[in-house]
């Protein structure tokens, strides 16, 4: 059976960090482009940061960039982004992506682009 499931989000005082976490079951995780979105109510879902199958490359938004850190276990089947001096901003809900598109300027879906049910992170200043 498929399934993205996302963990890890709640509420952080500004400066805080969070790690949220994603386990994928029911497809072959290691051959997979991985990300992170996040979309908040009005808005276009974006791109925050994404991950090759072996990790080596990786991809932030700008706003993030020095903050979050996604990383991944091949063998537990699980996507991490560590994320650090959270602001208000980043109050959203994340989430998971598997078979997504990255290149060095962009991080985005694509038509067989399956999701996670997200998390929400909620940042207070």
């Known amino acids: 059976q498929l399934q993205v499931e996302e963990s890890g989000g709640g509420l952080v005082q500004a400066g805080g960090s969070l790690r949220l976490n994603c386990t994928v079951s029911g497809l072959p995780f290691d051959v997979y482009n991985m990300g992170w979105f996040r979309q908040v109510p009005g808005k276009e879902r974006e791109g925050v940061s994404c991950i090759s199958p072996s990790g080596a490359f990786t991809y932030y938004e700008d706003s993030v960039k020095g903050r979050f850190t996604i990383s991944r276990d091949n063998a537990e089947n699980t996507l991490y982004l560590q994320i650090n001096s959270l602001k208000p901003e980043d109050s959203s809900m994340y989430y998971c992506?598997?078979?997504?598109?990255?290149?060095?300027?962009?991080?985005?879906?694509?038509?067989?682009?399956?999701w996670g049910q997200g998390t929400q992170v909620t940042v207070s200043s």
């Open positions: 992506a598997a078979n997504v598109a990255v290149a060095a300027s962009s991080c985005s879906a694509v038509r067989k682009t399956i």
